[in-house]
């Protein structure tokens, strides 16, 4: 099982980043797939979850209106496409995948991932 994060980079408040998650090794449209970030000194939060079966999504408050999630069955690969960026959206953003869906997001994606990628660096300047 594999999961990447990609495309995180320095961009300044109000900009846009594109993070791509591609998978390997699972059946990718049975999981639920989720962005979690870690800022320094900070515990990890779960920002977005989407379920590949189905399609349906979960944001959290603080990026709700900005970030948008979803996925490509057949690249087998999630997306995360952030808008309207803020400093408190810096940290490292990891790509996890789980389930069922349900139960990820009704614990606001504080349990249910069985498989995790490495990280991406995501820095906001003001």
């Known amino acids: 099982v594999q999961l990447q994060a990609s495309g995180g980079g320095l961009v300044q408040a109000g900009g846009s980043l594109r993070l791509s998650c591609t998978t390997s090794?699972?059946?990718?449209?049975?999981?639920?797939i989720g962005w979690f970030r870690q800022a320094p000194g900070k515990d990890r939060e779960g920002v977005s979850c989407?379920?590949?079966?189905?399609?349906?999504?979960y944001y959290a408050d603080s990026v709700k209106g900005r970030f948008s999630i979803s996925s490509d069955n057949a690249k087998k690969t999630v997306y995360l496409q952030m808008n309207s960026l803020k400093p408190e959206d810096t940290g490292v953003y990891y790509c996890a995948a789980g389930g069922p869906y349900i139960l990820v997001v009704s614990t606001g994606l504080k349990d249910g991932m069985d498989y995790w990628g490495k990280g991406t660096q995501v820095t906001v300047s003001s």
């Open positions: 989407i379920d590949a079966s189905d399609g349906a999504t």
């Open positions: 090794g699972f059946a990718f449209d049975r999981y639920a």
